[in-house]
């Protein structure tokens, strides 16, 4: 949750007047995002969430963010959609921020996903990754190999606070994945953060996917072993074979993975894995006590690691050849 | 800003099965109160208020403060009207806490209010103040004489790090309200909390007061100091006569004060400048450093509380005789 900045009702009229949205009625920060804030407009015509970027995005990164929503809008996903001002940028700018309105997305997102649930993630992982073909902006992982090792230099002093022998265990496993990350594999524009928290549904129907803010280029294979990390196990850190297999089923219902994807899949998701220990360590280590932030455990994706790492062959994860 | 409590989709479409509201199509924590969990809610009928009443909220209290927004609601005045259940309970309970479902009012806060916003909020306490008769639950003010009283003997050993002489000059300020409050003025429901983020407007227009959290029975008129305190002042300190004027002008064109509030006036904004004083003090003194809640600084009040003891004659908050 995350409002960082306050606006004046003053500044967001006349940001609007930039705008055709109709007349405001009423805004509210809104709980939702960690990287920035977050309001919730209603006005004379529907409702519009307004964001506001902060600091810990890069500026530069705005236009492919942007872009990617509307490349993505285009070619029929649903996901939030930024609206252009009469002069047709995406990017204002409101009490000293960039900041962009974009549509409103009904919808919840479930605390407690199901395997049917599962399924329809695959799908519309899916279709974003063909949707996103030609989109024309590139972005690299910041948050790949050559990321997590900057990360793990930052913590790895006092990674044994955490558990003892963690040192050795992540340098470890920083070199296994060094040496066998896969190359050649199909890549494309991936989502990288697509949690629960930011797929919507309404009753059993997906109803579209938010925040596009770690999107970037790299392997789409990558985007499922996240998906796999993030969906389905169980909070007590057992893998949910019945979710694992419907999320994938969904996903070759609309794009076939090819065998040395379903090959690199214990891998991927070692590093996927991998990604989300080392950001949550960070946070862990550096986050004052009493902040009142929640500090996400490192230690379930610690777990998740560890489980992957004794995965034989991809069929384990319930992939049917 | 403050959601202290989430709720899952689940639990909260089971709770909304005792209300007849429509479908729900989405619900967001929203940055607004200090005391509760709020979540804008959307259905397919028209967007709401849901309300989680964490600890600091007496539940004994909550049928007054329902009930009031009913009858104030009844009466005419905009404010919000927290809705029926099937069984006509206005209270539920959702993830543990009591939970009430309350119409949405449109409408922002001002960040710069001017006269002319405080002419209206005058006269919307007024209305407030004539609404609230016949309303028949009672609720002591525990922010009176007596409530300072024990606030102070918390603060006091260490007043003095705010500002030295402070312990002399408050205990000074207790003793001479106690044996000056005023008795025998004209009482009734006041809101007792009623800063600009209480207020929305449409344009120049007021479209309604909410958060009655403080709601209580005491004396008019020491409401009626209690926004001189909160909308009559500049940043820098220095009271704004124009606004003033326009306030009690306001508040007079619904209900005259009559002569014996107006000499009470200065006395009652002492009063109501060292209640927010010492809650701001308390506050101060016991947040810890680094939690990520904005302090609100206590001098603010102990300024207003110095201007509020010089003043010889209600004339000079421009009340026109």
Same mark, same amino acid.
């Given at each position: ?78 996901? /939030?959609?930024?609206? /252009? ?100 594999? /199909? ?78 899949? /214990? ?55």
């Amino acid at each position: 949750m995350a409002v960082y900045t306050d606006i004046t009702e003053d500044d967001l009229k006349w940001f609007l007047t930039e705008y055709d949205v109709g007349t405001l009625l009423s805004y509210k920060g809104i709980a939702e995002g960690v990287e920035n804030s977050n309001f919730l407009l209603h006005t004379s015509r529907e409702p519009l969430i307004l964001t506001l970027y902060e600091k810990r995005v890069e500026k530069g990164d705005l236009p492919f963010f942007l872009g990617l929503m509307q490349h993505l809008a285009s070619r029929g996903l649903s996901c /939030p959609l930024p609206l /252009p001002r009469k002069d047709g940028a995406l990017l204002g700018n409101l009490s000293g921020r960039p900041a962009a309105l974009i549509s409103f997305l009904e919808g919840m997102w479930l605390r407690k996903p199901e395997a049917r649930h599962c399924r329809e993630v695959g799908k519309a992982l899916a279709a974003m990754h063909v949707a996103g073909e030609g989109f024309a902006i590139k972005r690299p992982n910041a948050l790949s190999l050559e990321g997590w090792q900057g990360l793990w230099e930052k913590s790895e002093a006092r990674a044994d606070e955490v558990e003892p022998g963690l040192q050795d265990e992540i340098r470890a496993e920083l070199d296994f994945l060094g040496s066998h990350w896969p190359k050649d594999l /199909p890549d494309g524009v991936i989502h990288a953060d697509l949690f629960p928290d930011n797929v919507f549904f309404l009753g059993d129907e997906l109803s579209g996917l938010i925040d596009f803010y770690f999107a970037c280029n790299d392997l789409l294979a990558y985007d499922v072993s996240i998906c796999l990390n993030a969906w389905c196990f169980e909070k007590d850190g057992a893998y949910n074979i019945t979710r694992g297999m419907a999320l994938l089923e969904g996903y070759q219902s609309v794009r076939p993975l090819d065998a040395a994807e379903i090959a690199a899949l /214990p891998t991927l998701s070692r590093g996927s894995a991998l990604r989300f220990f080392l950001t949550r360590l960070y946070d862990w280590l550096t986050t004052p006590a009493g902040a009142l932030v929640t500090k996400k455990d490192p230690i379930e994706y610690l777990r998740k690691l560890r489980f992957h790492r004794q995965i034989a062959s991809s069929a384990e994860y319930g992939l049917n050849a």
